[in-house]
């Protein structure tokens, strides 16, 4: 039997699962807290222990080593995924000098110099043409705004590279140069994603060097092999193939959508991301044109709304008790919340709701509001509803987006992401907003299952991706 292993690097949670190549079956799960953030930070700072991610995506392996005791022989491939457009500084020796900075990081929207912020200086100096170029335009968070930023503040050692976190593990898991899949590289805004490489005039442009960034290479290859001392840590076997990182966006697609020319991805976690494939790049400002893995694009809708957005209800629900009552809450209110939704009926009795409490992509300066208030539907649940309702209007208006590039066939919604898997209510707004079903997967961990993917057709397990399909079983 061959056993492939996927590995996701999350801001939230680290995971790890073994799969059954033949069938696809998840025999094995570990997950773990990503609990390396650094709290004393300023606000506006996202930084992270970049050597506590590599040790506890160690540990998660260990686990898997540990489980699989004398069937560890069986495992012949590793794929892995990860947070994408974040970065971590890191010497010739593959050894983190600097924190993690992550997709978070604001230090983007500082002012420049020459007037504005970062990232609207750079991009003004892009020019127009670089939607079409890089199939975004850049934002704070993006590698390559937060490299600028290191380096015009003489904080980047001599030497160093600027790497992606799961690029970075899986270095060092084999003793290898830094190497990034497209769908990674893609994220950190200066990626020529008609040619798969960085966009060298564009870094002039802006003053960085090819030489600060990873090599571009592919998924379909190697970063190295499972190394002797990698191996006697983990409890795997020397020489496993590594197979080259893809980007979480791509990876939760491919462990959740069966069929990518009929079904839509929408995956909820604390953000949402609404996504299709799409052979050819179209164009739209509240999209983002990201490298698929094997060819073509994924269209991405990205940021909107997520968890995130429940959450704040959910703090203001929480502020009531405590302010209000001087009621001290224990526990979280999340489950009354969905019993109260689903109680209230759907339209939210005239309430709508425009869940953007951080502004999106396009315009961070949209914020949240709701309209349509009565007496009578002013209540905690008609203002859950409302929320969940909006959610799902603003992922259609997601969908109509993709539609305006050139994307057609879609004919039903795979799911992702544990902010749609367990919340009814939302899945029922979706459906309704779209007039289509929304499909489940039995497991969970969709953007791990990807990464084993990857590692599967690597290692000619699966013959291309639509074989993968035989991996996924919805409820």
């Known amino acids: 039997m061959s056993l492939l292993i996927g590995i996701d690097i999350g801001t939230t949670t680290i995971t790890s699962l073994v799969v059954n190549g033949e069938d696809g079956r998840i025999l094995h799960t570990t997950t773990t807290v990503n609990d390396a953030r650094y709290a004393d930070r300023p606000q506006g700072r996202s930084e992270w222990n970049a050597d506590r991610i590599i040790a506890q995506t160690i540990r998660c392996l260990q686990d898997v080593g540990n489980f699989l005791g004398s069937q560890s022989s069986d495992v012949i491939g590793i794929g892995m995924t990860g947070q994408q457009h974040g970065m971590v500084l890191v010497d010739s020796h593959l050894h983190a000098v600097s924190p993690l900075i992550n997709w978070q990081d604001q230090r983007g929207n500082e002012p420049h110099p020459d007037g504005g912020s970062y990232v609207e200086v750079l991009s003004k100096r892009l020019g127009a043409d670089q939607y079409q170029r890089h199939g975004c335009y850049l934002q704070t968070g993006f590698m390559n705004v937060t490299l600028k930023w290191l380096t015009d503040h003489d904080l980047v050692p001599v030497g160093s590279k600027a790497a992606f976190i799961m690029d970075l593990v899986a270095s060092q898991l084999c003793d290898a140069p830094l190497t990034s899949d497209p769908t990674v590289a893609g994220t950190a805004g200066l990626l020529d994603i008609h040619k798969n490489q960085w966009d060298a005039d564009a870094l002039g442009t802006l003053g960085l060097s090819i030489d600060m960034l990873p090599r571009v290479g592919s998924v379909r290859e190697e970063v190295g092999r499972l190394t002797p001392k990698m191996a006697a840590v983990t ?241």
Request: charged letters at 15%; a negative charge.
């Open 235 to 475: 409890g795997l076997p020397t020489g496993i193939p590594v197979f080259t990182p893809i980007g979480d966006n791509q990876a939760g697609f491919l462990g959740s959508v069966s069929d990518r020319h009929s079904q839509l991805s929408i995956n909820v976690g604390t953000g949402g991301q609404v996504s299709a494939y799409s052979e050819t790049t179209g164009e739209h400002p509240a999209l983002e044109v990201r490298p698929f893995p094997y060819g073509g694009f994924l269209l991405a809708h990205v940021g909107a709304c997520g968890g995130h957005s429940f959450a704040v209800l959910e703090n203001f629900f929480r502020a009531v008790a405590t302010d209000v009552f001087d009621i001290e809450v224990t526990g979280a209110a999340y489950q009354r919340m969905k019993e109260l939704a689903s109680q209230a009926t759907q339209g939210s009795g005239g309430l709508n709701c425009l869940p953007l409490f951080t502004g999106t992509r396009h315009d961070p300066t949209q914020r949240a509001s709701w309209s349509g208030m009565s007496p009578e539907n002013f209540t905690p649940a008609m203002l859950t509803r409302a929320l969940l309702e909006g959610m799902a209007a603003v992922f259609n208006d997601g969908f109509a987006a993709l539609q305006s590039c050139g994307v057609t066939g879609i004919t039903e919604i795979a799911a992702a992401g544990n902010g749609i898997r367990e919340n009814k209510v939302l899945v029922e707004c979706i459906e309704q907003q779209f007039g289509m079903s929304v499909r489940k997967r039995l497991e969970k961990e969709e953007a791990t299952l990807g990464a084993a993917i990857t590692a599967a057709v690597g290692c000619g397990v699966l013959s291309d991706l639509s074989e993968s399909s035989r991996w996924l079983r919805y409820e």
